[in-house]
């Protein structure tokens, strides 16, 4: 899907969108029905992580990788 089909669907089909941290991106859901995605927050964040920050990232979501 292209980014223009995600926001389609979420006006269509008035879906909520949250953020999962865990696999850090944006989730849609309406009913069953749920898309994964790369918004400016998640896109923002994967950036931060690559630019040699993982460690701050890591203990800021308290995770152990």
């Known amino acids: 899907m292209t980014?223009?089909?995600v926001m389609d669907f979420n006006?269509?089909?008035s879906a909520i969108v949250g953020f999962d941290p865990v696999i850090v991106s944006m989730c849609p859901y309406a009913g069953t029905s749920w898309i994964g995605y790369d918004g400016p927050m998640?896109?923002?964040l994967k950036i931060w992580?690559?630019?040699g920050l993982r460690t701050s990232?890591?203990?800021l979501l308290g995770c152990k990788w």
Request: proline share 0%.
């Open 49 to 51: 992580v690559h630019s």
């Open 57 to 59: 990232w890591v203990l």
């Open 42 to 44: 998640s896109i923002t």
């Open 3 to 5: 980014f223009s089909e």
């Open 11 to 13: 006006n269509k089909q």
